[in-house]
């Protein structure tokens, strides 16, 4: 079986922290914490250690895991290297590309390989993660017609924590759009709840039974009655920004499915991420960029 290999330098922030309390500060998942403490994997300074033992600054704390170690099994996507795929950040436990509107996420079928983690795997080809090959394990979603930037895992216990640090709100994600009319507030919060429409599995709606969902908005420019909006998710609810702005009276251009006005693609970009390095105290973020794409306008003259 192969493992991956964590090895942490203590810093000052953690100083006399418990070893279980270091792990559960990671957001090292409780089930691989378990892992760890019963089949005595940690070593502190190169010695076996229990997660009892107090941390000093500059102490080596080190672990092996497998992708086994991890209830959910991850599914191997097929490569693909008919497409460069942009990598526009990149460290050991995490890669940014930026994707372009029209490519789907992810496989829905084992022989569907033309799906931006089918080239994700291709670009990752000769990377490692931790000591063993990168794979593409995927950590959020956004919608085929949008475009911009999506955060990938590079090995399973990165994912595991990226999701939780998307749980907390703690990485951010930005996007920008352009949506039909003009809306009278500089800014404002939709708290709609969103379900999936029971005519209609694809389609989500709003909803007073549906699960809570929170968009932030603040109106960037405005031509001709479209306003281009500068948008913030504090839930990640499938089709939020598009059933939310609809709600409101206001769907994004492009969006056919919630009664946008026509445009070849849909107006919907996903321009910055902010996040950590992992396994650190969370509190200093990196923010990353894409430039809109060419097909995106940045002045909109629809009537």
Not at 169 to 193: C, D, F, M, Q
Request: proline share 7%; hydrophobic share 40%; aromatic share 8%.
């Amino acid at each position: 079986m192969q493992f991956y290999q964590f090895n942490f330098v203590i810093s000052q922030h953690f100083v006399n922290k418990s070893v279980k309390e270091y792990l559960a500060l990671l957001l090292i998942p409780k089930h691989v914490r378990g892992l760890l403490r019963q089949d005595k994997r940690l070593f502190l300074n190169g010695q076996p250690v229990s997660t009892a033992a107090l941390l000093a600054a500059g102490d080596k704390l080190s672990f092996k895991l497998s992708a086994a170690d991890f209830s959910e099994k991850q599914q191997v996507y097929p490569s693909n290297n008919l497409q460069q795929i942009s990598i526009v950040y990149e460290n050991d436990d995490c890669i940014i590309v930026d994707k372009p509107a029209g490519m789907k996420m992810h496989p829905h079928s084992p022989n569907e390989t033309d799906t931006l983690l089918n080239f994700v795997q291709a670009a990752l080809a000769g990377r490692r993660s931790h000591g063993l090959p990168a794979s593409a394990y995927m950590v959020h979603r956004i919608d085929t017609d949008t475009s911009g930037l999506v955060l990938i895992a590079t090995n399973p216990l990165a994912a595991a924590v990226l999701n939780q640090l998307i749980a907390k709100k703690i990485i951010k994600r930005t996007y920008l759009a352009w949506v039909s009319g003009h809306l009278s507030e500089p800014n404002g919060v939709i708290t709609l709840p969103i379900a999936q429409d029971p005519k209609n599995l694809y389609v989500r709606i709003v909803d007073p039974s549906g699960q809570p969902a929170l968009t932030r908005w603040v109106k960037m420019h405005v031509v001709y009655q479209n306003t281009l909006l500068r948008i913030q998710l504090a839930t990640g609810r499938s089709h939020q920004i598009r059933v939310h702005l609809a709600a409101i009276g206001h769907p994004l251009i492009g969006d056919r499915l919630y009664g946008g006005p026509d445009y070849p693609r849909l107006l919907l970009h996903s321009a910055s991420i902010e996040l950590p390095d992992l396994f650190t105290d969370y509190q200093q973020l990196r923010r990353v960029t894409s430039p809109l794409p060419a097909d995106f306008p940045r002045q909109l003259y629809l009537r």
